[in-house]
């Protein structure tokens, strides 16, 4: 059993948790990892499936946001245009979203064939952070297999930590990796749940704070180091999932508050951040071309959407805790020693 922020005493925010408090609370969502250990390679590939049948055959409800654009991802602009998701999200290292997007194509190829379903084109959805700090990154160890057997392990109650695409990930200076929460809310009678899974390699130690705790001062103290002036590096990616009836435009509003949990935490989106959202609802599926020319959707008032944006925020923060604790410490290619958050509390 992994020890996650809440073993130690620590809650983030008022609102309920789903039952594992994790983005699979979401009815139907499940999550993969393929770890790549070995020499010189501290890295993987992180699956998120949204649901079990066939994406392209009937899509999702997605947006995307772009808090700060120093990444390198795959497939946000026709998310943007459309408003829609039809393969899984695939999370890895900086130079290995190439390769996975390829893997998801004939992924996404061989399911359509399976199904019958015509296919001319397709568009996967691959996030990533750079984990060059520990992984001898050009190697490109990222292949078909490792995407396959990610989305073989898919289940409901995954490890976070340094597992995945967060294997060789950093965060606030201490280890990264996965890492996942989720809220429900009552709307109208009806129970709706948010879930969040981040990639986290961003932000500097000095800033990272705790609620009312500069725990990364007090790191740096316990450290006999003095406070420097750092900069807001790496990136992290922010996957939001729901089963909430909203457009696409209500889903694009939801996830920009990924960026206050960020905020709470200490980070300010540097310039060589790559922060970036990306978000699903399981309600309102996208059928074929072939359906009708007008179809009818159900979707929350704006006002219903205040209630989402606070679960955003909450499950945010937590699960870059939840990343950071989760994490074992490790060595840098350089021989560095990179810290978890959990030696600390």
Do not use: W
């Not at 020499?39 to 649901?51: A, D, F, K, M, S």
């Not at 990444?71 to 245009?81: A, F, I, P, R, Y």
């Not at 995407?147 to 967060?166: K, S, Y």
């Amino acid at each position: 059993m992994q020890k996650r922020i809440r073993t130690y005493g620590i809650t983030i925010g008022t609102r309920e948790t789903g039952k594992l408090n994790k983005i699979t609370d979401v009815p139907g969502v499940t999550v993969g990892h393929c770890t790549v250990r070995g020499e010189g390679h501290r890295t993987g590939v992180t699956v998120i499936l949204p649901c079990e049948d066939n994406m392209f055959r009937s899509k999702l409800v997605a947006a995307s946001f772009v808090m700060n654009g120093f990444g390198k991802t795959t497939g946000l602009v026709q998310v943007d245009e459309l408003g829609s998701l039809e393969t899984p999200i695939a999370l890895t290292n900086t130079l290995n979203v190439g390769l996975v997007s390829d893997a998801l194509i004939e992924y996404m190829t061989e399911m359509c064939e399976r199904d019958r379903v015509p296919m001319r084109s397709i568009n996967p959805v691959v996030g990533e952070c750079n984990d060059a700090g520990m992984n001898r990154i050009t190697e490109r160890v990222i292949h078909k297999e490792q995407v396959m057997q990610a989305i073989r392990l898919g289940c409901v109650d995954f490890d976070e930590g340094n597992v995945g695409a967060g294997t060789g990930t950093i965060c606030h200076d201490l280890k990264g990796g996965i890492g996942s929460a989720s809220r429900v809310m009552d709307i109208a009678g009806k129970r709706y749940t948010i879930g969040v899974l981040v990639q986290s390699n961003h932000g500097c130690l000095s800033r990272l704070q705790i609620g009312q705790r500069m725990i990364g001062q007090e790191i740096l103290r316990k450290r006999a180091m003095e406070a420097q002036q750092e900069c807001d590096l790496g990136s992290i990616i922010m996957v939001v999932g729901t089963d909430l009836p909203v457009s696409d435009r209500q889903l694009k509003r939801i996830i920009k508050r990924c960026s206050a949990g960020l905020a709470h935490l200490g980070s300010y989106f540097g310039h060589g951040s790559g922060d970036i959202m990306i978000g699903f609802s399981t309600a309102n599926r996208i059928s074929s071309p072939s359906m009708p020319c007008i179809r009818s959707v159900q979707m929350v008032n704006e006002s219903a959407l205040e209630d989402a944006f606070e679960c955003t925020a909450e499950a945010t923060e937590e699960a870059v805790l939840n990343s950071m604790v989760c994490a074992e410490a490790d060595v840098c290619l350089d021989g560095t020693v990179v810290e978890s958050l959990s030696k600390y509390l």
